[in-house]
């Protein structure tokens, strides 16, 4: 059986996937009319995720790009091949994407610097989302700081780095517990008076911290780890769905045993003839319309794929089943 994808045509049309070329090209697609089969060609989309609005002013499409990838390994320095970085963000926006998500720390620098290079100046509609309150001192080495006048000049660098005067969403990329949050919330705020903040969001936090901090300021967005196979952050989703708090999940495409050779990932991925990375990121969009799932990628090829899942229909029968593989 193909697996269905779901292109938002007004007639309730659903569209099977035929096949996919990693060369490059976009798919050939089966529109499945009651009345029959014919073939048509549709381009893969971030627009068949649906949307988002952050903040209330800010629409987005809800299946974007995290742009940690972009840089060497252990995040560290600039990517073994440069120019396939900035063809991959190009080409994101080419599909449809209008959220990319970033941080200071990548790279350091790096990541934001790639996005100005790839796009700037951008185009209308496209958000960029940066991190502040991680520092590196080397290759995977993360240590929080949330002092308000590190969080201060990190937004300033940002803001030269992505060359903009305002930046969409910068979310405080983690909770420093030697300083009170209300300090670096409350620095992030001032900056948004200022004007060089749009929105404020918050990462890795629990449902105490969101409610802490929405006692200094507005909060559109929470980023946490979570996927198909780990949900530990499940009660921050249910609260980010009573609130209208877009839910930014990073690590996105892992999958766990789920898709190891006869695992129901596997399996189902076999039946419907796509990637399990796929069915995982239709399993995320299907789960919550707050959810902004933000695959990273340094490969063209490995974008496009992911770009698929923006489409992809699961039955409730096939989303319960993943639901319940890891008992949550």
């Given at each position: 059986m193909p697996i269905e994808v779901a292109w938002g045509n007004p007639k309730g049309v659903r569209c099977g996937l035929e096949w996919y070329n990693e060369i490059g090209s976009l798919p050939h697609v089966e529109a499945v009319h009651e009345r029959g089969v014919h073939r048509t060609m549709e381009t893969v989309s971030a627009k068949h995720s649906g949307t988002f609005t952050l903040g209330g002013d800010l629409p987005v499409y809800r299946l974007g790009y995290g742009a940690m990838q972009l840089t060497g390994p252990g995040i560290w320095g600039d990517p073994k091949d440069p120019d396939e970085a900035v063809r991959v963000l190009r080409r994101a926006v080419e599909l449809g994407v209008t959220f990319i998500d970033t941080?200071?720390?990548?790279?350091?620098?790096?990541?934001?610097?790639?996005i100005k290079k790839a796009l700037h100046p951008y185009a209308d509609g496209l958000v960029i989302a940066t991190k502040a309150g991680l520092t590196r001192c080397g290759p995977n080495d993360w240590r929080a700081v949330g002092r308000p006048e590190y969080l201060r000049q990190q937004v300033e660098l940002s803001l030269r780095h992505l060359g903009v005067e305002r930046i969409d969403l910068l979310q405080l990329h983690r909770i420093d517990p030697k300083v009170p949050l209300e300090?670096?919330?409350?620095?992030?705020?001032?900056?948004?008076?200022?004007?060089?903040?749009r929105h404020?969001?918050?990462?890795?936090v629990k449902v105490a911290?969101?409610?802490r901090a929405r006692k200094t300021a507005t909060i559109v967005s929470v980023?946490?780890?979570?996927?198909?196979?780990?949900?530990?952050?499940?009660?921050?989703?249910?609260?980010?769905?009573?609130?209208?708090?877009a839910f930014i999940p990073w690590f996105p495409l892992a999958t766990g045993a789920l898709a190891k050779e006869g695992g129901p990932l596997d399996?189902?991925?076999?039946?419907?003839?796509?990637?399990?990375?796929?069915?995982?990121?239709?399993?995320l969009l299907k789960r919550?319309?707050?959810?902004?799932?933000?695959?990273?990628?340094?490969s063209v090829a490995h974008l496009q794929e992911n770009m698929v899942a923006a489409g992809i229909a699961l039955s409730d029968n096939d989303f319960e089943t993943l639901r319940q593989a890891t008992g949550a």
């Open positions: 941080a200071d720390s990548y790279g350091p620098f790096v990541s934001e610097m790639l300090e670096q919330v409350g620095e992030l705020a001032l900056l948004q008076k200022e004007g060089k903040i404020i969001g918050l990462s890795e911290d969101i409610e980023q946490n780890l979570y996927n198909v196979a780990k949900r530990d952050a499940e009660p921050v989703l249910e609260y980010c769905e009573r609130e209208q708090i399996e189902m991925a076999k039946r419907l003839q796509a990637k399990p990375s796929q069915l995982a990121l239709a399993w919550s319309p707050v959810m902004l799932p933000i695959p990273g990628t340094s």
